[in-house]
């Protein structure tokens, strides 16, 4: 099988087949308009369908789950899952976090050049919410934020314009973003449960063989992205991305790998690959599914436990295992006792 050297930015002679990066975004403001919502009823891949549908509304016509919701079942609750999802018909509305807007803007201007910066609301320079001077600006900002816009500080967006920049200047990051199609949404039906599994990778790629993911953090040194990786759920993330992709275009006829791209938010803004660990993205692939059946099993029954069963709603609680030591060493010494 003859390979092509674009598509596989492992093999020789792949930087000699990447398109130029076009790091000048169109700048051009447009209001907003009311969001056409899809309805999918077959599982298969779905080009264009925004991001904020995909986050804010139901796409299938029966619930479905993505990523972030099997890790929020894992991390907390099936209750705070229900809580935050359209299946509760008093859910609130969803406020913006403010420290993932930087993220989102590096994202959007590497994989989404036409929609950063213009769908986004960039403070001026020197912006200082106190003085009387910045009235106007401090009102944009609070009208941005009640309609859902990512705001930046001016300071934020030229960080986010150099972070691209060395995402770009990086060749083997380079030709992973541009290996495939961003941002395809992908709709199956769970072979075991019958529910419906979306995703939507950052690229999917033309071959389906290595599947990138761009993301930014404060420090992209392994001994500390490892925390980062494991607490953010990056491997559930990694297998239930890999997983859907396997139901909607079969498995792969080698072995499908999942990379990271990191760059860190601090200058030089270094930029880092990573290879996830197929043990690691098998760990995270139990706890999707244990969260795929939890998901399926409260649909079914119509109840959303917290933390505890209804069957057994009070929980033994104990002092921590450290604390616990460190008593216990102290009762060694003599310090404590006991006998009171």
């Known amino acids: 099988m003859t390979v092509n050297p674009f598509k596989n930015p492992f093999a020789p002679g792949w930087q000699d087949n990447m398109r130029p990066f076009e790091d000048t975004p169109k700048a051009a403001a447009a209001p907003k308009s009311e969001p ?8 298969g891949a779905y080009p264009d369908i925004d991001g904020e549908v995909y986050h804010q509304f139901e796409i299938c016509d029966a619930p479905s789950i993505s990523s ?5 079942i894992s991390s ?31 994202h959007d201007l590497l994989l989404l050049q036409d929609l950063f910066p213009k769908n986004y609301f960039i403070l001026p ?9 910045w009235a106007d600006a401090k009102d944009e900002r609070e009208e941005a934020l009640r309609s859902g816009v990512p705001v930046l ?3 934020q967006h030229r960080m986010a314009y150099e972070m691209a920049n060395q ?27 019958g ?18 993911d761009v993301k930014t953090t404060r420090d992209a040194n392994p001994s500390t992205f490892e925390g980062q990786a494991t607490n953010l759920g990056y491997f559930q993330s990694a297998a239930h991305y890999m997983d859907v992709i396997d139901l909607v275009y079969g ?17 030089p803004h270094l930029v880092q690959i990573y290879h996830l660990d197929d043990e690691s993205i098998q760990m995270g692939r139990m706890l999707n599914r244990k969260a795929i059946n939890t998901f399926a099993e409260c649909l079914k029954s119509g109840v959303w436990p917290g933390y505890s069963k209804p069957e057994n709603p009070i929980l033994p609680l104990q002092m921590s295992p450290w604390a616990q030591a460190q008593i216990n060493r102290r009762i060694d010494s003599g310090e404590l006792s006991w006998e009171g």
Not at 197 to 212: A, V
């Open 153 to 155: 500080t001016f300071d």
């Open 195 to 212: 529910v419906w599994l979306r995703s939507k990778p950052d690229i999917l790629p033309d071959t389906k063989d290595i599947i990138p």
């Open 36 to 43: 056409v919502v899809p309805c999918i009823t077959e599982p």
């Open 68 to 72: 972030t919701g099997l890790k929020l």
């Open 125 to 133: 320079e020197g912006y200082d919410g106190r003085l009387k001077r």
């Open 167 to 193: 995402v770009e200047n990086n060749d083997l990051a380079k030709a992973l973003i541009v290996s495939g199609i961003p941002e395809m949404t992908l709709a199956a039906k769970d072979p075991v449960t």
């Open 251 to 267: 498995p792969s006829e080698g072995k499908r790998r999942f990379v990271l791209i990191a760059v860190e938010s601090t200058p």
């Open 76 to 106: 907390k609750s099936a209750y705070h899952y229900w809580y935050q999802s359209g299946l509760n018909p008093k859910r609130p509305q969803q406020e913006q976090k403010t420290h993932f807007n930087l993220g989102k803007a590096v």
